[in-house]
């Protein structure tokens, strides 16, 4: 799919996946729209980009009234909207479960389950002769266990089935597809605990992780090739942290 002089939202943006992937799409020659929660964040990314219609936007991607401002905004500066990347994540933190906050774990699944959703749905409502893709950033802890974090792993898991409901309903024009990347090197590991990164975390940072930027190629791909209802899980390559291991599930 051609990308170049469209626009597309990043939710998470001023993330690491978030920002990585905006990056990449500013090379090929989009314009994007960062949505996030941390100004500062996000404007850091901003000053990375390549030149574009690029913006940022303040908004709580698990409320339907800003989820939907996001597009309106677009629709009235005329943007040709050629997608979404729903990066937008967070952990529950503080004590494993089940000692973790009840409201935290709630903003759990609202942001990175309902968010996705919303967005999602948006992205589908929206007209334009140029296709619309829509990349939905899950976790592998959509599909086997995270004891410490099992309100995460749930809303992951929703992200997932999400995603390939979305892709089976055939929406004329739409590609729907999702990435489940392992461990991502990130400063979101360092909200994992009740001060910094969580003790049954910290062994594992030892050890190689993914990059942002490996997650973002991933994204990438999935955004500009013809992939619908596909999910990709993302591992590191243990013999070679180089290379990423990618599963179609």
Do not use: C
């Not at 939202?9 to 990585?20: D, E, S």
């Not at 140029?130 to 086997?144: E, P």
């Not at 409901?165 to 739409?174: E, I, R």
């Not at 594992?204 to 991933?218: D, I």
């Amino acid at each position: 799919m051609e990308i170049a002089g469209r626009t597309v939202v990043i939710t998470g943006g001023g993330g690491g996946i978030g920002g990585a992937v905006a990056v990449r799409l500013a090379e090929r020659g989009a314009s994007v729209v960062l949505v996030d929660r941390d100004e500062v964040a996000a404007k850091g990314v901003l000053g990375q980009l390549a030149p574009g219609s690029h913006l940022f936007i303040d908004a709580d991607v698990s409320d339907p009234q800003q989820a939907t401002a996001i597009f309106d905004l677009m629709s009235s500066e005329g943007r040709d909207f050629a997608g979404v990347v729903n990066a937008a994540g967070i952990v529950s933190g503080g004590s494993p479960w089940p000692a973790s906050d009840l409201a935290r774990m709630r903003t759990v699944i609202d942001v990175n389950a309902a968010g996705t959703v919303l967005l999602s749905t948006l992205a589908a409502r929206q007209s334009g002769t140029g296709g619309r893709v829509v990349v939905n950033v899950a976790s592998a802890a959509a599909v086997r266990p995270h004891p410490p974090d099992p309100a995460y792993a749930a809303s992951k898991a929703g992200v997932l089935a999400f995603t390939r409901s979305a892709a089976a309903a055939a929406v004329p024009g739409l590609r729907v597809n999702a990435v489940l990347p392992g461990v991502v090197r990130t400063r979101m590991l360092d909200s994992t605990g009740t001060d910094g990164v969580a003790p049954w975390l910290a062994p594992r940072l030892e050890q190689p992780l993914l990059t942002a930027e490996q997650v973002a190629a991933a994204i990438l791909e999935l955004v500009e090739g013809d992939q619908n209802g596909e999910s990709w899980s993302l591992e590191l390559d243990k013999s070679n942290p180089d290379r990423v291991v990618r599963r179609v599930l």
